[in-house]
């Protein structure tokens, strides 16, 4: 079955980094756009980044721009989100979430698009 798990999430202070690892199994991994989102207490979920499938095009959110850096081992089914510069503000549960789909501009921030999630990995940003 298909499964994604994610590691690395922690606490760290402001301005400290953290890399994210998502792990897949059980489908194609390499035809899978693969995004990342966080969720932070009281508020929705929300994309972070994405890459697609093939010639691993990559998407910010406006809040990740310049500080996180997505990227993608095929190799080892794995995707990676390198986190710099953190703030209080990027504390969250972050989630990976796959999609069949080819990821655009336009709608890759959108949860409904993605069929398969993983159980999160908490990131915790304080002094």
């Known amino acids: 079955q298909v499964q994604l798990v994610e590691s690395g999430g922690g606490s760290v202070q402001p301005g400290g980094s953290l890399t994210l690892s998502c792990v897949a199994s059980g489908f194609t991994f390499h035809y899978y756009g693969i995004g990342w989102f966080r969720q932070a207490p009281g508020k929705e979920r929300e994309g972070v980044s994405c890459?697609?499938?093939?010639?691993?095009?990559?998407y910010y959110a406006d809040s990740a721009m310049g500080r996180f850096t997505i990227s993608r081992d095929n190799a080892k089914n794995t995707v990676y989100l390198q986190m710099n510069s953190l703030k209080p503000d990027d504390t969250a549960i972050y989630y990976c979430?796959?999609?069949?789909?080819?990821?655009?501009?336009?709608?890759?921030?959108?949860?409904?698009?993605?069929?398969?999630w993983g159980q999160g990995t908490q990131v915790t940003v304080t002094s």
């Open positions: 979430a796959a999609t069949p789909l080819r990821l655009a501009g336009t709608h890759w921030h959108l949860a409904a698009l993605y069929d398969d």
């Open positions: 890459i697609n499938s093939g010639d691993s095009s990559t």
